[in-house]
T-cell receptor
Framework: GQQVMQIPQYQHVQEGEDFTTYCNSSTTLSNIQWYKQRPGGHPVFLIQ?????EVKKQKRLTFQFGEAKKNSSLHITATQTTDVGTYFCAGLVVTDSWGKLQFGAGTQVVVTP | DTGVSQNPRHKITKRGQNVTFRCDPI?????LYWYRQTLGQGPEFLTYFQNEAQLEKSRLLSDRFSAERPKGSFSTLEIQRTEQGDSAMYLC?????????????FGPGTRLTVL
């Protein structure tokens, strides 16, 4: 089974509100990656966090990597209808010379106008 | 750069039939990955190629599944004697292979429905 857990599984948001989705791993990760999958689409890479405590921003999206490199969060401010989709975190576990991505189950975001 | 492509996009088959999917990675990407995604779940790793060498297979990949990447470019995933539990989206991803943490780029997927 998957070792990367995401909460919440579903997130209903009023347009303009903020929300946060959380990702937790049972093991220390080399890095964490976030993907967005639109309904009927495929995962699209958003960002990668590598350093302990790292924070990165992409417009209204703020990504954090925990100090212990076992958890991460995605915070979206002023949600828009274009934010609809499922957000996956994926922890990278290094094996030999390559890294295996372990995906969480995702947070499905629905935005109400 | 045309991105990762997968064919077919949709496949409906009867239980017991064999199916084959194709993935064309981004040009010059050395690494290629296959994932399976079921409804409400994140992609689950199936197998990984470094050029033409298949370096890892998940325990999810039963003996009915076989993947190849004969010339280190495109890859095929074959499922023999399909079962209803094989119904899922099969995703292919590729990465440049320049480092351990290189970004994986996903294709649009092949949605398999086994009747």
């Amino acid at each position: 089974g998957q070792q990367v857990m995401q909460i919440p599984q579903y997130q209903h948001v009023q347009e303009g509100e903020d929300f946060t989705t959380y990702c937790n791993s049972s093991t220390t990760l080399s890095n964490i990656q976030w993907y967005k999958q639109r309904p009927g689409g495929h995962p699209v890479f958003l960002i990668q966090l590598v350093k302990s405590g790292e924070v990165k921003k992409q417009k209204r999206l703020t990504f954090q990597f925990g100090e212990a490199k076992k958890n991460s969060s995605l915070h979206i401010t002023a949600t828009q209808t274009t934010d609809v989709g499922t957000y996956f975190c994926a922890g990278l576990v290094v094996t030999d010379s390559w890294g295996k991505l372990q995906f969480g189950a995702g947070t499905q975001v629905v935005v109400t106008p | 750069d045309t991105g990762v492509s997968q064919n077919p996009r949709h496949k409906i088959t009867k239980r017991g039939q064999n199916v084959t999917f194709r993935c064309d990675p981004i040009s010059e990407h050395n690494r290629l990955y296959w994932y399976r995604q079921t409804l409400g779940q994140g992609p689950e790793f199936l197998t990984y190629f470094q050029n033409e060498a298949q370096l890892e297979k998940s325990r999810l990949l039963s003996d009915r599944f076989s993947a190849e990447r004969p010339k280190g470019s495109f890859s095929t995933l074959e499922i023999q004697r399909t079962e209803q539990g094989d119904s899922a989206m099969y995703l292919c991803a590729s990465s440049p292979g320049g480092g351990v943490t290189d970004t994986q780029y996903f294709g649009p997927g092949t949605r398999l429905t086994v009747l």
